[in-house]
């Protein structure tokens, strides 16, 4: 196991956390907006993780799944912000 894998390993396990403490987040939120966020947050962390994997196991689909979720959570977000405003600018 080289430097660089056991790095990947602990990042893991800290996204891992971060993802756990983000879930309790949006169970626990009282407003929409900290759920909106907290959600932003749940799905960036789960791109992050997808990315790493992708470096330990050196996939080429894993960065098309990566832009995806990019995507994805870059339109969820844009989406959330425009219903908590209700449609105003």
Do not use: E, K, P
Request: some cysteine; hydrophobic content about 65%; proline content about 0%.
């Amino acid at each position: 196991m080289t430097a660089l894998n056991f790095g990947m390993y602990i990042g893991l396990a800290v996204l891992a956390a971060c993802m756990i403490a983000v879930a309790i987040r949006i169970v626990t939120a009282r407003t929409d907006a900290d759920r909106a966020v907290s959600a932003d947050l749940l799905m960036f962390s789960f791109t992050g993780m997808l990315a790493m994997i992708g470096v330990l196991l050196a996939g080429a689909f894993f960065f098309d799944l990566i832009l995806i979720a990019s995507i994805v959570g870059f339109l969820s977000a844009v989406s959330l912000a425009r219903a908590l405003t209700r449609g105003r600018r």
